[in-house]
């Protein structure tokens, strides 16, 4: 049974998208995170900078954690909710439970690589020591045509 969208879920993820748009200037996969403490106040943002930084664990949501920490001056990021435009993969999906986030909301279906539902059911494995409130498909449409537009694009990465 579906979660319940909560009614900001759409406000941040549009932000997130925002976030995911900024990644198509370094010619990154567009993907966008931010974060948001229970007091509904941004708390960071992450976008795809693989291709920026040459660095392969520069996802979107790893990048929001680590601002995330920074900010919050604790690596336990137990009062947050991440959003994302794509599912995370496995790398990400061990990121966020390491960092004990409770609640990720994400926008469009990986079938490729997707480790919240599709693929691999990483955040609600209940023979680790910490699951998510997982929350699929906020502003879907949106979110898989822009991965959609990119992809068909001839100046992508590889």
Same mark, same amino acid.
């Given at each position: 049974?579906p979660?319940?969208?909560?009614s *900001?879920?759409q406000?941040?993820?549009?932000r997130?998208l925002?976030? %995911?748009r900024? %990644?198509?200037?370094t010619s990154?996969v ?5 974060i948001v403490?229970?007091?509904?106040r941004?708390? *960071? ?7 920026a930084?040459k660095?392969p664990t ?6 929001a954690i680590r601002a %995330?920490?920074?900010a919050s ?7 947050v909710t ?8 496995v790398?990400?999906?061990? %990121?966020?439970? *390491?960092?004990r986030?409770p609640r990720?909301v994400f ?11 599709s ?14 409130e997982v929350?699929?498909g906020?502003?879907?449409d ?7 537009t990119?992809?068909?694009?001839a100046?992508?990465p590889?």
């Amino acid at each position: 049974m579906p979660l319940p969208v909560d009614s *900001s879920d759409q406000t941040w993820m549009l932000r997130a998208l925002d976030e %995911a748009r900024a %990644a198509l200037t370094t010619s990154d996969v567009p993907v966008g995170a931010v974060i948001v403490g229970t007091d509904g106040r941004l708390l *960071s943002t992450g976008r795809n900078e693989r291709e920026a930084r040459k660095d392969p664990t520069a996802h979107a949501e790893v990048e929001a954690i680590r601002a %995330a920490a920074a900010a919050s001056g604790n690596w336990h990021l137990t009062d947050v909710t991440l959003y994302v435009t794509l599912e995370p993969c496995v790398m990400c999906a061990g %990121a966020i439970l *390491s960092a004990r986030i409770p609640r990720v909301v994400f926008g469009a279906w990986d079938e490729k690589a997707g480790a919240a539902g599709s693929v691999y059911d990483v955040l609600r494995d209940r023979r680790l020591n910490h699951r998510v409130e997982v929350v699929a498909g906020v502003e879907t449409d949106a979110c898989a045509a822009l991965l959609t537009t990119f992809f068909r694009s001839a100046d992508r990465p590889d």
